[in-house]
T-cell receptor
């Protein structure tokens, strides 16, 4: 079992839809949970991070961590065509490198 | 601030040739990472450095791969000899400290081995 599992998609939604992206993980010691966004032919860039459990909101984006289920989510409200990208979850113990999911490719159709 | 700079952006070469990928991290960042990204395997960590010293190279697939960081502003990833299965996008990233600091990625080198 890989340390971090992420459905690669692709996921296609109409503009304005709510998008839910998810990852599961096996290492209960992970403390920091991050979402990176990667546009085509670009490197990933940090979108949001959460420490331990709970929710974090930033504009149209909400990150959730459920440590009891080893499950993290990223919600995108009022999705826009500019949100079309690959979203990678990543996590770490804190003093170790990030472990990335494979990424979910999202297309938002106008 | 300039971001992480990688060169070349694209490289096409024949099997058996030596390939050298280059990276200039963000000034002041103590950590540098080399990744390989493919559709099948996603983003894989190959090696990372702290203050120019290699810390973990367990992700380097074979002895054909080597990486150096001679100073704080430059790193190379070398493949010799190259094979078609090395075709991938190679990313360099740097960060000031480990989490929760963000990791800054370059735009990658798209490598094709014929």
């Amino acid at each position: 079992q890989k340390e971090v599992e992420q459905d690669p998609g692709p996921l296609s939604v109409p503009e304005g839809a709510i998008v839910s992206l998810n990852c599961t993980y096996s290492n209960s010691a992970f403390q920091y949970f991050m979402w990176y966004r990667q546009y085509s032919r670009k490197g990933p860039e940090l979108l949001m991070y959460t420490y331990s459990s709970g929710n974090k909101e930033d504009g149209r984006f909400t990150a959730q961590v459920d440590k009891s289920s080893k499950y993290i989510s990223l919600f995108i409200r009022d999705s826009q065509p500019s949100d079309s990208a690959t979203y990678l979850c990543a996590m770490t113990l804190g003093n170790t490198p990030l472990v990335f999911g494979k990424g979910t490719r999202l297309s938002v159709i106008a | 601030d300039a971001g992480v700079i990688q060169s070349p952006r694209h490289e096409v070469t024949e099997m058996g040739q030596e390939v050298t990928l280059r990276c200039k991290p963000i000034s002041g960042h103590d950590y540098l990472f080399w990744y390989r990204q493919t559709m099948m395997r996603g983003l894989e960590l190959l090696i990372y450095f702290n203050n120019n010293v290699p810390i973990d190279d367990s992700g380097m697939p074979e002895d054909r791969f080597s990486a150096k960081m001679p100073n704080a502003s430059f790193s190379t990833l070398k493949i010799q000899p190259s094979e078609p299965r090395d075709s991938a996008v190679y990313f360099c990233a740097s960060m000031r400290q480990l989490a929760p600091q963000p990791q800054h990625f370059g735009d990658g080198t798209r490598l094709s081995i014929l």
